[in-house]
């Protein structure tokens, strides 16, 4: 049974069927929008069960040829990195569309047809294995972004939409230019299309140093603007205000990790030589991301705005992490990943929560909220406990194997960012202190009985992140077990061709 | 034997001047009527060096004298063309000269 | 009495006058079409220079052109020029406002444009050339063969251009019929 | 002689088509449906006859006219392009009072002029099918004959193609003398073994002037604006396709087939062409608030892309005329679908077509406003749409190329990011707005609904399973 396209395209076809499906009537449209993500959830599931069963690299391989001519193939396959976050996206996918059930009131069919075609996207990109096959995922994502954020988002929505799409656009299709050049290489050396847009048939082959350095920095730029680094990340803040809350829980849960898991899966293993010339100015990037966005999200006065920028800062872990090129590092960058995907996402889904309320995201009106919402509150500081890095929840563990795997390569580098996890301490509390604790602000209070504690749906949303943030906090080898074999596949490919 | 006539060169250097003249008519000039009468010479510049070339160049022998008889076929046809657009426009705007023509700036 | 090949003194060809007669007609009369104020001595020198460079093509050995010159270009398309002149003359156009304000850069493109064909043409070696001047080569047999010949398929498709054209033509310039219809911008 | 006759048929059929699409007009009353109708069936059995000689290429007349796959493929594109006008543009004529059989025989006569510029192995024949492609073009853009916008453009666009015949008819002359033979392969052949001359230079400029007011590359492109502004919407999609396509083929007969062994001469002055026209294209239409000015444009920076190809193919990369091809079938449908989209909304004269108009079109016609979605991100080039793959194939072609080429190749992706704003502009507009007061009128007529799916199908197949006519390309240019 073909799982992985059954996995990818399941949402696609939910979709589909959506469409037909009468717009006077949305809570048909909404659940079966869940159960469509459900399903798709579920089939993960059982490809994460059935992946131990199975040999190779890459599991559940499936290639088809698709534009023979030039040797483009429809090649998928899974491996420990990929299936971790394939099902993070799919968890996150039923949560985002759980999430909507209530915000979304407005062309509703719309919404989770895009949301779903989204889905879609992103399970492709993370299962593709042909270059080609990877670019076209890659920009579907964009499209129903663009729309969740352009139709569904704040007053701003427009701005922030077309600056999400040219930001990402520039990268991407300067990646297209070194896929195509990439390619063409293939074919001028061995005198065939046969596997010129195969990652596992190019991984190694690539020898021409021009190519390495502008294939490498082509790629980069993408993946760089996508995860996003320093000093391409001022499109995030913006769509993250902007956008509606599953949308920014799906852009920090999911759509960030696009960019680190590019870097890990094409960009350094299909170009060595140029990440090692880059490796200097990456990690420098990267540090300067995780103070800066530490730095900003302190004077940030909207609680979502200071998440968006704390992501930024979080984010550079994962990058300086991958650019260590060592295991402890590379380990910390994927469980970062997939940390601030259950982290992250949380903390959006809460402040959405807060806005359902208050419609106000304004640090300085709150105050006290505590007082009237304990379990809101209580949730919101798990949450923010967990972004700090708080020992035994599962943000520590990746910072930490990150900040380490950074000692090895240069200790000023990972000195300089041990002080931006206290900083990160500082700010996340002082904001929590001005939010939750105290007397009743006056504008919580003439809220009054609106001012509403968490729902049982909405605890439903969180308490699969909240749970997996403890069991990954307590016992982080169950990840880093399963990964550990594409961490090494990956060192070796990063390192085999350097020393030519 | 002829110093001038019987060389290829001087017909086709008044070709060029022909050519030129045309086309600065066709630069200069405001009055649609004024454009394509310049196009005309541009025109009949072309045939005089197809017809030269003909007459000179053994390998193109009698062909350019075809050439030339298809050139001013083609040329009728886009001077019809040109003429009727011409009186169209004039029925609408009552004038001539191209460079009023510019609503679509405005 | 047989005229001399070489007139004396100028040390010229006869047809060598003739060309360079007509030829000054011809620039004379081009610039006639260009600079002339009134546009209907535009139209008159146009129809000027046509009919020379009907004789230089006669003197190229190509009197069918010639003939097709006179009868298609001066004969109909002047006609047909002058014609719309008529039709399109208004008191709303002065005739003073003939040039364009780029009249300056147009002349000196001209100019230029003139220099480098002269000196183009002139400094190109064209290979072996003959001035074919046996009635084999310039009576109508070879014309025809080469019309019937290899440009056979270009001689038919100028028929169904002609036709084309005569329709479009046609459409464009007819009245329209009944009442005016309404604002049609866009 | 009867395989002569055979060779010919498709050109025959359209021709013939032409004259009785003016008969049926004549004989009945019914102004609107009779001339379509005949027209359409002149369509399908030229279709026909182009599928049944399909693969195997064969010449008539002399050699001056050769068939094959590389004709098919025009014909077939050229006869959807006309066959997708034919469909949308009747109910926008009519409720203007302008008649369709016109209309009809002049594409149809267009459309022969295609074939034969596709047919065509010398320079006369070339330049003849040339100016019976372009000819019925001015006529399009005047066809609303009382509307002065209309005239106008018409006006410029006939003075300024006429203007770029002469001085193409001039090259193509000199070109013709100095290689002493109007055969395109023997010109390729003397140009090879030949030396440059001043003569071949100022005939390479005159050809390369004349065939970029043809294609309206930056900076002969300012009369296309005005000329597809003026023209009714639907003729406008027709203008903005049917004669550049056309133009490209002529591009590839010059300078990829005759001219080739000049390339290192003209791939210079192409690039810096190129890379003018695409940006300055889109930077322009990035201003334009009104929606066909702005596609047409946009139409100017497509023409920089497929120059892309061209360059590519003059570096000697078979490739790039394969990229030129696809992309032309590919802008064909993509182009055709937003000008159809245009024409939909404007159901009744006077209707504008500023971005305005089309605010929150997405709630009062979502299917519409998808259709134009898809369109819109085709020309943008997102997957998996036919503009993007289409944009590839040149960008593979020209990186395959080297030197120059891949230079062009990022300037026009990063030229493709520019595009995106506007189109993504649009969609701003159709779904992200609230409706305009008062809403727009769509047309929804069987025929233009036909047409829209059509071009639906063809830009969402052209990017989904690319593959048939990556091998019709590659077919058509194996002979």
């Not at chain 4, 098919?72 to 302008?98: D, E, F, K, M, Q």
């Amino acid at each position: 049974m073909p799982i992985l396209s059954l996995i990818i395209f399941a949402p696609l076809l939910g979709a589909l069927g959506i469409a037909f499906l009468p717009s006077s009537r949305p809570s048909l449209v909404r659940f079966a929008a869940l159960g469509i993500s459900l399903i798709t959830f579920a089939l993960s599931l059982g490809m994460l069960l059935g992946i131990r069963g199975q040999s190779g690299e890459f599991a559940f391989s499936e290639q088809l040829s698709w534009i023979p001519s030039f040797g483009i193939t429809y090649h998928l396959g899974v491996d420990g990195l990929s299936s971790a976050l394939v099902v993070l996206t799919t968890l996150l996918s039923w949560i985002c569309i759980l999430a909507s059930f209530g915000p979304i009131q407005t062309r509703v069919k719309e919404y989770f047809i895009s949301f779903l075609i989204l889905e879609t996207g992103m399970l492709g990109v993370f299962l593709s294995l042909d270059l080609f096959l990877f670019y076209i995922f890659w920009e579907i994502v964009l499209v129903p972004m663009y729309l969740i954020i352009g139709i569904w988002g704040g007053a701003d929505r427009i701005y922030a939409t077309i600056k999400f799409v040219l930001y990402t656009l520039v990268g991407s299709l300067l990646m297209l230019v070194a896929i195509l050049a990439t390619a063409f290489s293939h074919q001028a050396a061995t005198g065939s299309w046969t596997g010129a847009f195969d990652l596992l048939a190019l991984r190694g082959t690539i020898t021409d140093p021009t190519l390495q350095i502008l294939g490498f920095a082509a790629f980069a730029l993408a993946f760089a603007i996508k995860v996003p680094m320093f000093p391409f990340h001022t499109w995030l803040p913006d769509a993250h205000v902007q956008a509606p809350t599953a949308g920014s829980v799906i852009l920090a849960g999911v759509l960030l990790k696009l960019g680190g898991y590019g870097f890990i899966r094409f960009a350094i293993p299909l170009f060595p030589d140029g990440a090692h010339l880059f490796a200097p100015l990456m990690i420098a990037l990267s540090v300067i991301a995780i103070i800066y966005g530490a730095l900003v999200a302190i004077v940030q006065t909207d609680l979502k705005k200071l998440i968006a920028y704390s992501s930024v800062s979080h984010m550079g872990f994962v990058t300086l992490g991958i650019f260590t090129f060592n295991q402890q590092g590379v380990d910390g960058a994927i469980l970062q990943m997939l940390n601030h995907g259950l982290i992250t996402s949380g903390l959006f889904l809460l402040v959405g929560i807060g806005y359902e309320r208050t419609h106000d995201r304004e640090i300085a009106k709150m105050g006290g909220w505590a007082v009237r919402t304990p379990v809101y509150a209580a949730l919101f500081g798990f949450f923010l406990f967990a972004s700090v890095g708080l020992p035994g929840l599962s943000g520590f563990a990746g910072e930490f194997l990150v900040l380490l795997g950074a000692f090895i390569a240069n200790p000023m580098v990972a000195g300089a960012s041990t002080l931006v996890m206290i900083l990160a301490a500082v700010y996340l509390l002082y904001m929590y202190q001005r939010v939750f604790t105290g007397p009743l602000s006056p504008f919580l209070k003439g809220l009054g009985a609106k001012l509403t504690d968490v729902t049982p749906t909405e605890i439903l949303t969180l308490a699969p992140l909240a749970t997996l943030i403890v069991i990954f906090g307590v016992m982080p080898t169950l990840l880093t077990s399963s990964f550990a074999k594409s961490v090494e596949t990956f060192l070796m490919s990063a390192i085999s061709t350097v020393g030519q | 034997m002829s110093q001038i006539a019987g060389h290829l060169e001087p017909y086709l250097v008044l070709a060029g001047m022909l050519f030129a003249i045309g086309s600065f008519g066709f630069l200069a000039r405001r009055n649609a009527i004024s454009m394509l009468m310049s196009i005309e010479l541009m025109l009949n510049a072309v045939n005089l060096a197809a017809l030269a070339l003909g007459a000179f160049i053994p390998s193109l022998a009698g062909q350019g004298a075809a050439f030339a008889l298809l050139i001013i076929a083609v040329a009728a046809a886009e001077a019809t063309v040109g003429l009727a657009i011409v009186i169209a426009i004039f029925r609408n705007r009552k004038t001539p000269l191209v460079d009023e023509y510019d609503t679509m700036r405005q | 009495m047989p005229l001399p090949d070489v007139i004396p003194f100028i040390g010229l060809g006869w047809s060598d006058v003739l060309f360079l007669l007509l030829g000054g007609v011809v620039l004379a009369a081009a610039f006639g079409v260009v600079f002339g104020r009134d546009i209907i001595k535009s139209g008159l020198f146009l129809i000027l220079t046509l009919g020379a460079l009907a004789g230089i093509y006669v003197m190229l050995g190509a009197a069918i052109v010639a003939g097709a010159q006179v009868l298609v270009y001066i004969g109909a398309i002047s006609v047909l020029i002058l014609f719309a002149i008529m039709l399109t003359q208004s008191k709303v156009a002065p005739l003073k406002l003939a040039f364009q304000t780029q009249v300056a850069p147009a002349a000196l493109a001209a100019v230029l444009l003139a220099l480098l064909f002269g000196l183009a043409f002139g400094s190109t070696d064209w290979g072996s050339t003959v001035f074919t001047d046996t009635p084999a080569a310039t009576g109508t047999a070879p014309v025809a063969a080469a019309l019937f010949g290899p440009y056979l398929l270009a001689f038919e498709i100028a028929s169904v251009l002609i036709l084309a054209a005569v329709i479009g033509g046609l459409y464009l310039a007819m009245e329209p019929k009944g009442d005016e219809v309404g604002e049609e911008l866009l | 002689m009867s395989n002569e006759l055979l060779t010919l048929a498709p050109l025959i059929t359209v021709i013939v088509g032409a004259i009785a699409v003016l008969i049926s007009d004549m004989v009945t009353p019914n102004r609107n449906h009779a001339p379509v109708a005949v027209a359409l069936a002149a369509l399908g059995a030229t279709a026909a006859l182009l599928i049944s000689q399909g693969g195997s290429s064969a010449s008539a007349l002399g050699g001056s006219y050769v068939a094959g796959p590389f004709v098919a493929y025009l014909g077939l594109l050229g006869i959807s392009i006309v066959a997708i006008t034919l469909l949308i543009a009747p109910a926008y004529l009519a409720a203007r009072n302008y008649p369709t059989a016109e209309l009809a025989a002049i594409l149809l006569f267009a459309l022969a002029g295609a074939i034969i510029l596709g047919a065509a192995t010398d320079l006369v024949t070339l330049f003849v099918g040339l100016e019976l492609m372009v000819i019925p073009g001015y006529v399009l853009a005047g066809y609303a004959k009382r509307d002065p916008l209309s005239t106008e453009g018409a006006v410029k666009y006939f003075l300024l193609g006429s203007f770029s015949s002469a001085i193409l008819l001039f090259g193509i002359v000199v070109l013709w003398g100095a290689a002493g033979t109007a055969s395109l392969n023997g010109i390729a052949t003397a140009l090879a073994s030949g030396n440059a001359s001043a003569g071949l230079a100022v005939a390479l400029a005159l050809i390369t002037t004349g065939s970029a007011f043809k294609i309206a590359a930056v900076p002969f492109h300012y009369w296309t604006p005005d000329a597809y502004q003026g023209s009714p919407t639907p003729i406008t999609g027709y203008l903005s396709v049917g004669p550049k396509v056309g133009a490209f083929v002529l591009l590839i007969k010059l300078f990829v087939i005759a001219l080739a062994p000049l390339a290192a001469l003209w791939i210079p002055v192409m690039v810096v062409l190129a890379a003018a026209t695409m940006t300055l294209g889109n930077l322009v239409a990035l201003t334009q608030s009104n929606v066909k000015r702005m596609l047409a444009y946009s139409s100017i920076a497509h023409t920089g892309y497929l120059m892309v190809g061209i360059v590519a193919a003059g570096a000697g990369e078979a490739a790039g005329v394969a990229g030129v091809l696809f992309y032309a079938a590919a802008y064909a449908f993509m182009n055709l679908g937003a000008f159809a989209f245009l024409t939909a909304l404007q159901d009744r004269p006077g209707a504008t077509t500023q971005l305005s108009d089309l605010a929150g079109l997405g709630r009062k016609h979502p299917r519409m406003a998808i259709l134009a979605a898809i369109f819109l991100l085709s020309l943008t080039g997102i997957p998996p749409t036919a503009g993007f793959f289409a944009k590839t194939y040149v960008i593979l072609a020209a990186v395959q190329a080297g030197g120059p080429a891949t230079i062009l190749a990022v300037i026009a992706v990063l030229n493709a990011a520019i595009a995106a704003f506007y189109y993504l502009r649009v969609i701003v507009y159709l779904f992200m707005r609230d409706p305009a007061e008062p809403a727009v009128q769509v047309a929804e007529g069987p025929m233009l609904r036909a047409g829209l799916l059509i071009a639906a199908i063809g830009t969402v197949a052209l990017g989904l399973a690319p593959t048939p006519i990556i091998e019709a390309v590659i077919q058509a240019l194996a002979t």
